[in-house]
C-alpha cells in the first residue's frame, strides 16, 4: 500500500520560502517518478514539478527558477522547496507518484501567500 504523507506549508509573505515534505511508505521515491501538483481555489489542479528515478526534473514555467524538486533516498521523501513566494502560489499543494493501476496522491497541503 502506497501512502504519502506531506507536511510543510502555511501563511507566508510574499518574498518568503518554504519547504514542502512528502514522506512515502510502500513505495522507493528513487525508484519512481514523483511529483507536485497544485490547487488553488476554483482552478484545476496542475502540475508544478517532477523528479524521474533518473534524477530528470522538469517544472511548470511559472515556477522555474523559484521552485526545486529534491529528495532523500535515506528518509525516502520528496521535497519541494518554494522561493520567492508570489500571491499566485497560493493553493494546496499535494505531492503524486503512479503505478500501472492507478495515481497516489498526499493528502495536501495549504500554502497561503499575502502580499
Known amino acids: 500500500q502506497v501512502q504519502l504523507v506531506q507536511s510543510g506549508g502555511g501563511l507566508v509573505r510574499a518574498g518568503d520560502s518554504l519547504r514542502l515534505s512528502c514522506a512515502a511508505s510502500?513505495?522507493?521515491?528513487?525508484?519512481?517518478?514523483m511529483g507536485w501538483f497544485r490547487q488553488a481555489p476554483e482552478k484545476e489542479r496542475e502540475f508544478v514539478a517532477r523528479i524521474r528515478a533518473s534524477d530528470t526534473t522538469s517544472y511548470a514555467d511559472s515556477v522555474k527558477g523559484r521552485f526545486t524538486i529534491s529528495r532523500d533516498n535515506a528518509k525516502n521523501t520528496v521535497y519541494l522547496q518554494v522561493n520567492n513566494l508570489k500571491p499566485e502560489d497560493a493553493a494546496v499543494y499535494y505531492c503524486k507518484t503512479s503505478d500501472r493501476w492507478r495515481d497516489y496522491w498526499g493528502q495536501g497541503t495549504q500554502v497561503s501567500v499575502s502580499s
Open positions: 510502500g513505495r522507493t521515491v528513487s525508484s519512481y517518478t
